[in-house]
């Protein structure tokens, strides 16, 4: 079955820097786009990044010049590289083959002084 494993939220101060992975399994993860997406309290899920197959990115404008995406076809592996980070950037970030309902199970990113 699909699998989708998050890591490496965690607490940093604003201008901080954090790196994201989704390790999968379950499914041949090199043919796929693959998408990050976060989603704050009470507010719904949005959509961050995504990578196709070859590696082109695209990014939500709230990310943009601030969070790269990346995969590893070799490591069945995608990351989040986040810097600049803000307060607003505070979520749960969930790993996501792209327009599916395959989700991980999230990994929760805070941004506060």
């Known amino acids: 079955q699909v699998q989708l494993v998050e890591s490496g939220g965690g607490l940093v101060q604003p201008g901080g820097s954090l790196r994201l992975s989704c390790a999968a399994s379950g499914f041949i993860f090199k043919i796929y786009t693959m998408g990050w997406y976060r989603q704050a309290p009470g507010k719904q899920r949005d959509f961050v990044a995504r990578?196709?197959?070859?590696?082109?990115?695209t990014y939500a404008d709230s990310v943009k010049g601030r969070f790269t995406i990346s995969r590893d076809n070799t490591r069945n592996t995608v990351y989040l590289q986040m810097n600049s980070l803000k307060p607003e950037d505070t979520a749960v970030y969930y790993c996501n083959l792209y327009s599916t309902n395959w989700w991980g199970q999230g990994t929760q990113v805070t941004v506060s002084s």
């Open positions: 990578v196709t197959s070859g590696g082109t990115p």
